[in-house]
């Protein structure tokens, strides 16, 4: 466990780990979310840390780092872009914006065929992910820039978007 | 958040979504409590918690999740002075395509979902109860931990309740992009910090094995809020909103193409689903005609404007009349839309015009299906990314002639035959997509070639 | 004594049974003789019910108005079929219940699943170790559909992933039944396995940082219904249905694990568990399993051999055993000590106790072997027939005491003949110098070491799986072994040499075949009267009051 975690953050993982009296593994995602926001990404350090904590082997986090699409495995670009893919976001123009938004991070996407998910731009500024429904779909196209959630996208605002995430 | 003010239709009945939307309203406690906020839970606390549970069950309260089971015989499945403790979990994991109601209760009115869950938790006798808020709403869990904040510091949350004697605590707990966790017991495996994986039924009923094996209760967001609308006007006078069997409002989400796709609250069964396009929507966009609605979330089965159904209805004099309708005069309550081969489900309602490619459509679902299989049974592990694969095929021009027949029987063989109702919410768009729009699938599939035209999956 | 258990009636296919309570469905349709296909469910582990092969049609017992249930015109509860299908696998019987095991429904279920399991599985048959015994071959012929509709591309996952050191696990092939990770967690204690992605794309790994390297790994290849976990020691040596399987026990401690023998043409190829829930439930370790090799070794002993100047040479078995007589018959008999071990059958320790009184000397031990217990099956005495040695009075309340003893004497001189049964005079701290010393070394053995080298007559014996014979666990459990190959050259049995050296002693004794040893010490010996060669089953018989120190079942 090679990992050094701010003693803020390990404060807050403590607190949160008293949040589930019965059975420290409940701790497991909300650590998680935690390293995540720190760290930006879940490193091999961070599962085993992670299991280390709570009492539990490095497979049963791999388990959920794996399951969880949220969760990812390498850095995401300096912000990261989600867009809806699903079915009324998809006949709002999902499908369009995606592209439109890859145009103007500068992202080219790559299939490779195990249907995840990340690409990232040249200069690492940006990442997009094309997810499932976002629970907005009678506004959509919508989106999400890191934790921001914009609906009713119009193609025409993605450049002005873009600026306000440098 | 919403760029655009919306307001409510004059013909809508707002009770939950009250404040939404509301000019001058903030999520903070203190506009909530001037507003007469937790009134009901010192209402409620006055009370003893089977009355509370009596008066819920006596309110037809059905779950606004999805599934609409009644909400308090699941209440009544806790048996009072077990051993063990009873966990009450809100599902906020707002997931099902379409449904876009839980989000704005929890950004603009989490108070009102805090207090329906204190209240949700004192009669069912939680002492520890959880929100599981999907990950993609972070904003969400934030405000909901500022609400859950502030609801301690004024004594609604914590030790001895106003003085009650009754302690709570409620946490909130973050999913990280799963739609199985919906899934109550998926939810549950998930809470125990394993893979979500729903468990078998019997003999895991979360009534009686649920979170850690103790009883418990796991309720939708909008469900837990009418039960403080429950305890402000009792439950008979609960029931007399809406109709027998289908009480209380219902938030509708409308969205695809129509004209003011959004938000709507309504009696259930308060309108029909063509009051619903055209009258609260502003029907369709011009020159585009009506061709097939999803009525409650992507899981339910598709209605299609050709489609007749025969509705069963008692006259006053007491005698049964058997009518036949069309997709525009189905009342949108539970019982009208099962009798019409679908469900009310979420209250998620995609409506589709002319321009829409069945097949087109169906694989867009078909993918979030295969997506979200969690993977754990046969049928839907490898029926889900099956039923994909056909339709992508398809659409690429690589359809062969019996793709159809494959579909509609790949469908048949995972509905029924899984451990959870994944397996009926993947198999239902297949089999009423091709039931419905057999042609469509049919000339997609015209050639009589060997299926080249494969994807790379 | 266990409580009288209450019968249940249920219905199967038609027929009324009863089982007794607690019965799992899908075991009580096997006691009805209707088998259930199934790959996820195995009775010695937790229950998921996710393969969803068991599915069959069930009812209850349908209820009046008075909440009792309706009776038939047969006697019986009137059935309520369920409209959905169930699995038989995770629930028990109910009183009332009804099943069907055969219906058309049943049978449409079983063509789903089975297709569902083979779209993305590869066709490795012509290559996989499963081939023969393998679940997804004979429930595909026998409850499958015969062609496929399938036209895309398969799921790609990792294929020879080295799991662990005896471990290959081919992700292709794996169907996710999980019956792998539910057994080392709550069999083996070693929750080292998992599944990683999801839905389609699931697939079984351990963490990189840690293997597969339990000593109980090998049982999740005997339980992977496919040939996704095979043993790296057995992949590709041979085909399943050219072993002949032989039932016996392992002899690599004082378990007793009950096995079968997999050979063809007298090379073992591979061992596996037998079922016997008094000793081993459905598993045995790793180390015990594949500690046959050195069975099939080139430099077994083949021939017997004796000391002249210019080293061993063979010879008869007619010159060994007159040598090893004559030996025997010139010094005193505080001058002769007899090594044995207490890895010989019960019946080739009798005939030693026998040659002991024959030749009359008190200085005779087995040589002890301890190890640590693991609590789940490997103990701590890793000799297989403590007891047996104990019982026959080869060896006395503390195996190996006299040993120090002996090597002294040896050492000093004063002993001046040892017969060495199956142990390596090393292991009582003496050299070959000092063994070469010694006036005559009888040796009885399988592969050359110190001893053997050092031996004036070398009579070459039989291995575990050459012997037949029986052996007491340490809970007092005599199990027996069979013969599965036969020794090399002209090895022999060691009750045949003991015998024949007793013979050299005291003229024919009239034992000439092992049942006749078998008989006569049954008869000597109090504890074993009452047991004859019938009485002990496949399963073998409890023969003493079980210890304290017996370890758990598993």
């Known amino acids: 466990m090679t990992m050094e975690l701010p003693a803020e953050l390990q404060t807050r993982i403590d607190e949160v780990i008293t949040q589930y009296p019965v059975s420290k593994r409940s701790a497991a995602l909300p650590l998680l979310h935690l390293i995540q926001e720190h760290t930006g990404y879940i490193e091999e350090d961070a599962i085993t840390w992670v299991a280390a904590k709570l009492d539990l082997e490095p497979i049963n986090v791999l388990e959920l780092v794996t399951f969880y699409p949220m969760f990812r495995r390498e850095p995401a670009g300096k912000h990261h872009i989600r867009v809806c893919r699903t079915l009324s976001c998809a006949m709002a123009g999902g499908y369009e914006l995606l592209d439109t938004f890859c145009k103007h991070a500068g992202i080219q996407r790559q299939e490779n065929g195990h249907g995840a998910h990340l690409f990232k731009s040249e200069d690492g500024k940006y990442s997009i992910e094309f997810v499932e429904c976002l629970a907005s779909c009678g506004f959509g196209p919508v989106c999400m820039i890191d934790d921001d959630f914009y609906e009713a996208v119009a193609q025409e605002e993605v450049p002005q978007l873009l600026e306000k995430y440098q | 958040m919403a760029s655009t003010t919306r307001t409510a239709h004059p013909r809508e009945k707002r009770i939950i979504f009250k404040n939404i939307d509301r000019p001058g309203w903030t999520n903070d406690i203190d506009c909530y409590l001037q507003d007469g906020g937790y009134e009901e839970l010192k209402k409620a606390f006055a009370m003893k918690p089977q009355e509370i549970v009596n008066e819920v069950r006596a309110s037809g309260l059905r779950g606004r999740g999805g599934a609409g089971f009644p909400c308090g015989v699941k209440w009544g499945f806790i048996r009072p002075g077990g051993a063990k403790p009873v966990y009450l979990i809100c599902n906020a994991d707002e997931s099902e395509p379409g449904t876009f109601k839980d989000r704005y209760i929890i950004h603009q009115d989490p108070h009102q979902l805090v207090e329906g869950m204190i209240i949700s938790c004192y009669a069912v006798n939680a002492r520890l109860a959880y929100i599981y808020i999907r990950g993609e709403f972070p904003e969400g869990a934030k405000i909901l931990e500022r609400a859950l904040a502030e609801a301690r510091e004024h004594g609604f949350l914590g030790k001895n309740i106003l003085g009650t004697g009754f302690d709570l605590e409620i946490y909130v707990f973050r999913g990280a992009g799963a739609y199985i966790c919906g899934e109550e017991t998926g939810l549950i495996e998930s809470m125990e910090g394993k893979r979500p994986y729903p468990r078998i039924k019997p003999p895991y009923f979360p009534a009686v094995l649920g979170l850690y094996l103790c009883p418990t209760i796991v309720n939708n967001v909008e469900t837990l809020c009418n039960v403080k609308y429950i305890v402000r006007i009792g439950g008979a006078e609960y029931a007399k909103i809406g109709k027998p069997n289908n009480t209380g409002t219902r938030v509708l989400c409308v969205s695809g193409d129509v004209q003011r796709p959004g938000y709507y609250e309504f009696e259930v069964g308060g309108l029909t689903m063509g009051e619903l396009i055209y009258d609260i929507c502003g029907g369709l966009k011009p020159g585009r005609t009506l061709k097939a609605v999803i009525p409650g979330g992507s899981s339910a089965k598709v209605l299609s404007v050709k489609d007749r159904y025969k509705i069963k209805s008692k006259q006053a004099d007491g005698t049964m009349v058997e009518t036949e309708i069309g997709l525009e005069d189905v009342p949108l309550d539970f019982d009208a839309l099962a009798a019409a081969g679908s469900m009310a489900g979420s209250g998620g309602v995609i409506v589709m015009d002319d321009t829409r490619e069945m097949v087109w459509a169906l694989n867009n679902i078909n993918e979030f299906y295969a997506h979200e299989s969690c993977g754990q049974c046969t049928p839907c592990r490898e029926g889900s990314l099956w039923m994909k694969k056909i339709t992508e095929r398809m659409l690429h021009g690589g359809g062969v002639e019996r793709d159809t027949d494959t579909l509609k029987s790949v469908a048949d063989n995972i509905a029924g035959r899984t451990i959870c109702a994944f397996g009926e919410a993947c198999a239902w768009p297949t089999q009423s997509f091709i039931d419905k729009f057999r042609d469509e699938f049919v000339a997609t599939a015209g050639t009589k070639g060997n299926g080249n035209g494969s994807t790379n999956h | 004594m266990s409580a009288p258990t209450e019968l249940l009636n249920v219905q199967i296919d038609g027929v009324w049974h009863q089982f007794q309570k607690g019965t799992r469905v899908i075991e009580a349709c096997a006691q009805a003789g209707k088998f259930v296909p199934h790959y996820c469910y195995h009775p010695k582990l937790s229950s998921p019910g996710n393969c969803r092969m068991c599915l069959i049609e069930m009812g209850m017992p349908k209820l009046g108005p008075d909440r009792k249930p309706e009776i038939g015109a047969d006697g019986k509860s009137v059935i309520n079929w369920i409209p959905r299908p169930q699995i038989s696998c995770a629930q028990d019987i109910a009183e009332g219940m009804g099943i069907r095991t055969d219906s058309p429904m049943v049978k449409e279920c079983r063509h789903g699943v089975m297709e569902f399991l083979l779209i993305n599985h590869p066709l490795d048959c012509p290559i996989c170790d499963q081939a023969g015994e393998c679940h997804l071959q004979e429930y595909s012929v026998e409850f499958g559909t015969a062609g496929s509709r399938f036209l895309d591309e398969k799921v790609k996952k990792p294929k020879r992933v080295e799991l662990g050191p005896r471990v290959t696990l081919d992700d292709e092939r794996c169907i996710l039944c999980s019956r792998c990770i539910r057994f080392m967690k709550e069999v083996a204690h070693d929750d080292v396995l998992g599944f990683v992605s999801r839905g389609s794309h699931t697939y079984l790994t351990a963490h990189p940082g840690k293997l597969l390297d339990s000593n109980y790994s090998l049982n999740t290849v005997d339980i992977c219904p496919v040939g996704a976990l095979t043993s790296s020691d057995f992949r590709f040596k041979m085909r399943v249905w050219f072993l002949k399987e032989t039932k016996s026990i392992c002899t690599s401690c004082g378990t007793g694990c009950n096995t079968l023998i997999g050979t063809r043409q007298n090379e073992i190829f591979r061992q596996t568990p037998r079922e016997n829930n008094a000793v081993n439930s459905a598993w045995m370790c790793d180390y015990g399993r594949l500690n046959f090799h050195y069975v099939n070794y080139p430099d077994r002993l083949k021939t017997p051999q004796i000391r002249e100047n210019q080293g061993l040479v063979d010879t008869t078995w007619n010159s060994a055993l007159i040598k090893a007589g004559e030996a025997l018959k010139q010094f005193q008999k505080w001058e002769v000590a007899v090594v044995a071990s207490a890895r010989m059958t019960n019946e080739e320790l009798w005939l030693t106790k026998k040659l002991i009184d024959s030749i009359g000397t008190s200085h005779h031990d087995v ?188």
């Open chain 3, 367 to 554: 040589v002890p072997r301890t190890g640590k217990a693991d609590d789940i099956l490997m103990s701590a005495d890793r000799n297989p027939n403590t007891l047996g040695a104990q019982l026959t009075g080869v060896t006395g309340e503390k195996p190996g005491s006299k040993l120090m003893e002996i090597a002294d004497k040896i050492r000093s001189g004063a002993i001046k003949v040892v017969v060495a049964l199956g142990e390596n005079l090393k292991e009582l701290g003496l050299t070959v110098d000092q063994l070469r010393k010694l006036a005559a070394l009888i040796v009885v053995d399988i592969l050359p070491n110190e001893t053997t080298r050092s031996a004036t007559v070398l009579l070459p014996s039989s291995a575990f799986s050459e012997k037949r014979g029986s052996m007491i666990n340490i809970r007092g459990r005599l199990q027996r072994l069979n013969r599965a190959t036969q020794p090399p050259g002209i090895a022999r049995d060691d009750w045949e040499i003991i015998r024949d050296l007793i013979q050299q002693l005291t003229g024919s004794n009239g034992i000439y075949l092992i049942e006749d040893v078998f008989k006569q010490m049954t008869d000597s010996i109090p504890d074993m009267n009452a047991l004859s060669h019938s009485r002990i089953s496949d399963q073998g018989v409890q023969l003493v009051e079980e210890t304290e120190e017996a370890p758990a079942t598993v």
